[in-house]
């Protein structure tokens, strides 16, 4: 399914990772609370960063900061709704996903 996003498709592979793996680690047993592997974002989310890409790529920041307020920010938002750290952890969901360095990860 991520073939569509050609050279970038490990980068979103490894933004996708981290991102559900703050949610929900199941090798770690870690994540936030109220949630599990059910409410990790799939690859179809993803797909939707052609929609925002030029023809060379050359936008990719601003795609990424596209598909996060247009579709990735409010689904999260729906699965943290009225849990008690709501905010902050949407804050730290947003601050994975815009992290470049996939080496560090929430414990």
């Not at 090798?27 to 974002?41: P, R, S, V």
């Not at 900061?65 to 952890?89: K, T």
Request: with cysteine; glycine share 8%.
């Amino acid at each position: 399914m991520l073939d569509v996003l050609g050279d970038l498709k490990e980068e979103v592979i490894t933004k996708m990772n981290n991102l559900n793996n703050a949610i929900w680690n199941s090798a770690t047993g870690n994540g936030i609370e109220g949630l599990n592997n059910a409410y990790h974002i799939g690859g179809a989310y993803f797909c939707k960063l052609t929609h925002y890409l030029d023809e060379n790529q050359s936008n990719v920041d601003e795609a990424y900061r596209l598909l996060w307020d247009n579709h990735l920010r409010g689904v999260l938002f729906e699965y943290l709704r009225g849990s008690v750290d709501a905010m902050e952890n949407l804050k730290m969901l947003e601050n994975i996903f815009f992290k470049t360095d996939s080496d560090v990860m929430p414990e």
